[in-house]
């Protein structure tokens, strides 16, 4: 294993809150149309065009690994590629319910569980596991003044009730090194910084 994947990095969590605002502003800005698919290419295309890459996911280059996602364009170290919902798709889809009943103010994203999720980011449980890891999770503390628009674009909640105006907490994919036109790894040894 190098040594490299383990070592903490240092990051820094308001830089982590500016990134994560100014991707789902880039998301929460297409013309949206009755057809997930097209949501998902048009928010795809924002960040692509904003931030010069997008994600996608097809069979890895592992073998027997499934699906894997894969950064196209590029991204330095230390910068958000993706995020990791962060829930059981059966406990998301009860609290999601429970926090987000019709005529409610849209808190969270549950979408990641579909093929088309509205927030094109949300796809770091399809991150496949290898020694060479390109990517590593960080959590980030999201303040309760987070920009209410954008909340519907975390994919994932709280097990107890929570105020809106607390602190989430999202664990994001940070670069360990500049991605480009490449597969994402990371390690599943490491923590959670």
Request: some cysteine; proline content about 7%.
């Given at each position: 294993?190098?040594?490299?994947?383990?070592?903490?990095?240092?990051?820094?969590?308001?830089?982590?809150?500016?990134?994560?605002?100014?991707?789902?502003?880039?998301?929460?800005?297409?013309?949206?149309?009755?057809?997930?698919?097209?949501?998902?290419?048009?928010?795809?295309?924002?960040?692509?065009?904003?931030?010069?890459?997008?994600?996608?996911?097809?069979?890895?280059?592992?073998?027997?690994?499934?699906?894997?996602?894969?950064?196209?364009?590029?991204?330095?170290?230390?910068?958000?590629?993706?995020?990791?919902?962060?829930?059981?798709?059966?406990?998301?889809?009860?609290?999601?319910?429970?926090?987000?009943?019709?005529?409610?103010i849209v808190t969270s994203d549950d979408t990641w569980l579909t093929v088309h999720p509205r927030n094109p980011l949300a796809v770091g449980q399809i991150v496949n596991n290898n020694r060479f890891a390109n990517v590593r999770y960080q959590e980030i503390d999201i303040p309760g003044d987070f920009p209410l628009e954008?909340?519907?674009?975390?994919?994932?909640?709280?097990?107890?009730?929570?105020?809106?105006?607390?602190?989430?907490?999202?664990?994001?994919?940070?670069?360990?090194?500049?991605?480009?036109?490449?597969?994402?790894?990371?390690?599943?040894?490491?923590?959670?910084?």
């Amino acid at each position: 294993m190098p040594k490299n994947v383990f070592d903490r990095q240092p990051f820094d969590n308001g830089s982590g809150v500016q990134q994560v605002t100014d991707l789902f502003r880039a998301i929460d800005r297409p013309r949206l149309s009755k057809r997930p698919e097209t949501d998902h290419q048009n928010r795809s295309e924002a960040i692509f065009e904003k931030f010069g890459f997008r994600l996608s996911v097809k069979p890895s280059t592992l073998p027997g690994a499934g699906n894997g996602v894969y950064l196209n364009g590029m991204r330095e170290k230390g910068q958000i590629v993706g995020v990791y919902p962060g829930l059981s798709a059966r406990i998301h889809r009860s609290l999601h319910k429970r926090d987000n009943w019709p005529g409610a103010i849209v808190t969270s994203d549950d979408t990641w569980l579909t093929v088309h999720p509205r927030n094109p980011l949300a796809v770091g449980q399809i991150v496949n596991n290898n020694r060479f890891a390109n990517v590593r999770y960080q959590e980030i503390d999201i303040p309760g003044d987070f920009p209410l628009e954008l909340r519907k674009y975390i994919p994932n909640l709280y097990l107890s009730d929570q105020s809106i105006e607390s602190n989430w907490r999202l664990v994001a994919l940070i670069a360990t090194r500049r991605i480009e036109d490449e597969e994402l790894f990371s390690t599943y040894f490491e923590c959670v910084y």
